[in-house]
């Protein structure tokens, strides 16, 4: 292994979850009541409170190659010493190895970053960003119903890409593959994909909603 990508190798215990994927800055809340999770919690809240999230894929029975780091920001123990915990995504990582398989997974992992931008990113997060409240506008719509958006939208163009990937619903691979890529542009440009398609799609739904009931 290459002295230079050492330092950002460490073992981390491993937490496999079926159609969940977790990006750096979003929540995680979780309840613990399996023994070897409850354990790997007990273990982890001693130290730096640090665990991985890895999308599981029950078919296959096996887990995907990158994760993302999760940090316990509370947690609440509840009867029969089961758990509920409040966690934030951190960086994302890599499995380089399997150090072990019980009583709980722990791996060697590398931390990801993206690549440095080749490009100003700003324009394509500002229109991931207009698509975002199109879709949003359109929903209400349909729902006859108010929507919001939060106000703490992040500004930054590659945390708006992990917000935006992690606020979409019902599509684990794709967001497994978004959390693959370490180019930001590439994940802006994908969601924006994602997102025009989501709003046409919407805007037939609101003309024909407007046409068999225009009240």
């Given amino acids: 292994m290459a002295t230079s990508s050492s330092i950002a190798v460490r073992e981390l215990p491993l937490f496999p979850l079926p159609e969940v994927v977790l990006f750096p800055g979003r929540p995680l809340p979780l309840h613990i009541f399996e023994f070897r999770y409850r354990m790997m919690m007990n273990t982890i809240l001693q130290g730096d409170r640090r ?16 994760g993302c780091c999760a940090e316990i920001i509370q ?6 010493d089961r758990l509920k915990i409040w966690t934030i995504g ?3 990582f890599r499995v380089l190895d399997y150090v072990r398989e019980k009583p709980y997974y722990v791996g060697l992992v590398e931390w990801m970053e993206d690549h440095p931008p ?5 324009p394509l997060a500002t229109d991931v960003e ?5 879709v949003v506008r359109l929903s209400a719509k349909l729902m006859d119903r108010e929507i919001e958006l939060p106000e703490d939208i992040p500004s930054l163009p590659t ?12 599509v684990a691979s794709e967001q497994q593959t978004l959390l693959e ?3 930001t542009a590439t994940r802006l440009e994908r969601e924006s994909e994602i997102l025009t398609t989501t709003r046409n799609h919407l805007a037939a739904r609101t003309v024909l909603k407007d046409t068999f009931d225009p009240s």
């Fill in 51 to 66: 665990f991985g999230v890895l999308m599981w894929d029950p078919n296959n029975h096996e887990a995907a190659p990158v």
């Fill in 75 to 80: 947690h609440q123990r509840l009867p029969d």
């Fill in 90 to 92: 951190q960086q994302r």
């Fill in 118 to 122: 080749q490009q100003d990113l700003y």
């Fill in 130 to 134: 207009e698509l975002l409240r199109d």
């Fill in 159 to 170: 945390e708006l890409s992990y917000w935006v990937a992690g606020n979409l619903y019902g």
């Fill in 181 to 183: 890529m370490q180019d």
